[in-house]
């Protein structure tokens, strides 16, 4: 009976330091420079999953400049798998960054009356998320995030898309644009739950748009 009870002492002791011992995500932003400021997608997106239980974030490059970099093809599932293998990772993450814009738009026309134009924050791409342990990719959506900025209603004669008042300064720029990341890590946040497990519910709540 005291060598059973032993035994499953063992067992749980074992069990428990398996399960502590941290999964490794590692993160791949592919993204061109912004001309609205830093990207901080990366750094963000780190700071809200090191709240996952047990989940250790890496920025996806080689530990040993003697080793190989990345795959030149981020959309090889094989290849990134063999390469996060390596590595020592349990997930790898790319976000594919295909445009970042700030776009004008007539959202509200009232025919010979008013309309409203506004200014949008776009970032549009593509989330994939690879269990390296699997060789699988376990998560792999398009996303279109977008975030409404300063508006303006004007009467119909005067239909001036360029009017100052939806223009944003720089410094706006890059706050703006900070927010909309901020939008983009919540919606990863939510479509990553389920594969990387516990998630903090401060990150996970519905983005709404700052208006």
Known sequence: MKRYMLACVVLLAIAGNVA????TLMIRVEQQPSPYGISQIYDKLALALTRQNGLQVEPAVASDPLEPGFPNDALDVARVSEWGRLQGAHFVML???QSERLERRKTVN???LFHKYESVGVLEGELRLIDVTK??????EPFLIELAGPRIFQATMDDDINDPDIHLTSP????FFGRLEDKLVQWIMVQTKGPLGRYDREYVTRPQDKR
């Open 135 to 140: 060789a699988k990719q376990v998560r792999g």
């Open 20 to 23: 502590s011992e941290p999964r």
């Open 110 to 112: 009232f025919p010979l």
């Open 172 to 175: 706006q720029k890059v706050q």
């Open 95 to 97: 976000v594919i960054i």
